[in-house]
């Protein structure tokens, strides 16, 4: 490479360098004449000194006289074109390091970091590389260590809550400068993140003696993509099991049940220890693992260690949740009206200053709550199964599979189309509730409830999330098909958002809880029915056909559910008024 001057070989400047974050940085050898090895610019910004080259300017021209079209979409042509080079380039350094190389490669197995602390879909085209290297020979094994990691405080916990919500990041600015310094100062203002690293997974144990022959006897055969996925959602899995829990993801759970069953007799410290310590309890009955910082040595130190455990999360969360003059847990107004003002550009629908005003903090503690729903969430789609009264038990199977099926892509759990597969999970479920007394089960023919309380809570938290599915399905299946024959993102986003509103702010079902408004929520939805075949795709992109008789089908079902609402509603919660910020911060 070195007789070319306009581009110098990162492959050499990588081999020098010993940080392994190397590794997982894009590889893009698009300018480097005009921008250093070390450029810290972003590939589209390296695409268009690319394109801003005298040359290559001169190359386009020429093509737009010769195919009479306009420069613009002969720029926006060989955009593409460089773009899926600087993809390939990467792709190919990633495959040599796997090859060559005995370092590390870091990469997120979702192809980005989750706004809601909960794990997300994984993402295949990186695993399908790093797996030809094994399939064809190259390296005898490799190991997957998968690292969960949460937050006590992520960075931009607000702005999060705002995107999810269809408001994007603003623009960064000296005031968010001078005000995230401020932040800085205080003690405790971000707490701690928890890292834990889980058993390696070898990736040699997913390939198969098929899988090798077909190689050698095809140099260009491929490894079948239910491997890659097999081996994705195995490390997600494994990230699932090894997430620790921190305090406040138990106080959020422990608070948007009370907000809604008890809005007479809210948390005080006192009876916030004792349910603390049974929410803890009930937990790691499911085999979760709750970081505290401290043990309990002797029973009567308990309450003591208990209540400071539970000051010390709070501290860094003041400006959400917090004990007012009286004592009571009460949750704090953290929406101002210029942040609305700000960003014109809205992704969903525009909600009303009363909507945010609610939204914005309670969907800031419910992302706290969603690193528990990795251990819940199939006991928790059993409890909305079973119901309230007694059914029998092929009909909870069948409402169980339904709901398993619909929420599979939100909660980064595999599609699973082979019904023995789900009766196997659905009576291991069952299973574990039954041996900790939360269900009976008679003649085995009917299932009921017996620990009500447990039954509430996991029955709750899930409800946001199945009011969003219903709505999603409706929007869908009421489209007018004498406007148009396809239905966009765009359109699904903005008029279920809107429902949703509507049935928030007339405390009418379907939609009771402000999660149910994120975006993230029906953008899921709408890919898992695309994944199941409900929605086709169109010519365009993000433009779908709608399969109205399997839509009419769900909708049928989700109906029969017969789902219990909380008597408590969000919609009238008193807030704490929001603060002006501290100037405390200098230059």
């Known amino acids: ?211 090798r022959k077909a190689k050698v006897l095809s140099p260009y055969a491929k490894l079948p993509t239910t491997v890659t996925e097999k081996l994705a959602y195995s490390i997600i899995d494994s990230h699932k099991r090894n997430t620790i829990l921190i305090p406040f993801n138990l106080i959020a759970l422990l608070f948007n049940e009370r907000s809604q069953t008890c809005t007479d007799d809210p948390y005080t410290l006192d009876n916030l220890i004792s349910d603390y310590l049974w929410c803890k309890n009930l937990l790691e009955a499911f085999n979760a693992t709750v970081h505290t910082g401290r043990s309990f040595d002797r029973d009567d130190e308990i309450a003591n260690n ?88 092929a009909i909870a199977f069948k409402r169980y599979a339904l709901l398993r099926t619909l929420l599979s892509t939100e909660f980064a759990m595999p599609l699973i189309e082979d019904e023995s597969v789900i009766k196997s999970e659905w009576e291991e479920t069952l299973n574990l509730l039954s041996n900790r007394n939360y269900i009976s089960i008679d003649n085995n023919t009917y299932i009921q409830r017996k620990d009500t309380k447990v039954f509430s809570l996991l029955y709750n938290v899930i409800l946001p999330f199945i009011d969003t599915v219903y709505v999603t399905c409706l929007v869908l299946f009421e489209w007018d098909e004498s406007k148009s024959n396809y239905i966009t993102t765009q359109a699904v986003l903005v008029e279920t958002q809107k429902r949703i509103e509507e049935a928030f702010l007339e405390g009418r079902e379907w939609g009771q809880h402000p999660y149910s408004l994120s975006l993230d929520l029906i953008n899921t939805t709408i890919y898992n029915l695309l994944t199941q075949g409900i929605l086709v795709p169109y010519e365009k992109r993000n433009m779908y056909q709608v399969d109205k008789i399997q839509l009419a089908l769900i909708l049928a079902q989700l109906k029969n559910l017969s789902l219990k609402r909380p008597l408590g509603l969000y919609l009238y919660m008193a807030l704490l008024p929001i603060l002006p910020p501290p100037l405390s911060a200098k230059l």
């Open 306 to 393: 208990v209540k400071q455990e539970i000051l010390d999360t709070l501290k860094p969360h003041e400006e959400l949740l917090m004990f007012d003059t009286l004592n009571i847990l009460r949750l704090k107004e953290r929406h101002r009206e210029t942040k609305l003002k700000s960003n014109a550009r809205v992704k969903g629908h525009t909600l009303s200053e009363r909507t945010m005003r609610i939204a914005i903090p309670v969907i800031n503690i419910s992302i706290y709550l969603n690193p528990a729903l990795s251990f819940l969430i199939k006991p928790a789609i059993a409890t909305v199964a079973i119901g309230m009264k007694n059914i029998e038990l």
């Open 1 to 211: 490479m070195e007789k070319y001057s306009k581009f110098v070989d990162l492959l050499s400047i990588r081999r020098q360098d010993c940080d392994i974050l190397w590794a997982s940085r894009p590889m893009d050898p698009l300018s480097p004449h005009k921008l250093p090895p070390e450029s810290k610019y972003s590939r589209n910004q390296m695409i268009k000194a690319v394109l801003n080259d005298e040359n290559v300017k001169l190359a386009i021209t020429s093509l737009a006289a010769v195919y009479q079209t306009g420069v613009k979409d002969v720029t926006k042509r060989a955009h593409v074109i460089i773009n899926e080079m600087a993809s390939k380039a990467h792709l190919a350094t990633v495959r040599w390091i796997v090859k060559h190389s005995d370092r590390a490669i870091e990469f997120f197995i979702e192809g980005t970091r989750s706004r809601s602390l909960k794990s997300i879909i994984p993402k295949f085209g990186l695993l399908s590389i790093i797996l030809d290297s094994l399939l064809d020979g190259s390296v005898p094994n490799i190991y997957f260590v998968p690292i969960s990691i949460n937050y006590e405080r992520p960075p931009e916990e607000l702005l999060f809550a705002y995107e999810l919500l269809g408001v994007p990041k603003p623009k960064e600015s000296t005031v968010g400068l001078l005000q995230s310094l401020s932040i800085l100062q205080k003690p405790h203002a971000y707490g701690c993140v928890v890292f834990n690293i889980g058993d390696p997974i070898p990736a040699c144990q997913f390939l198969k003696m098929e899988h």
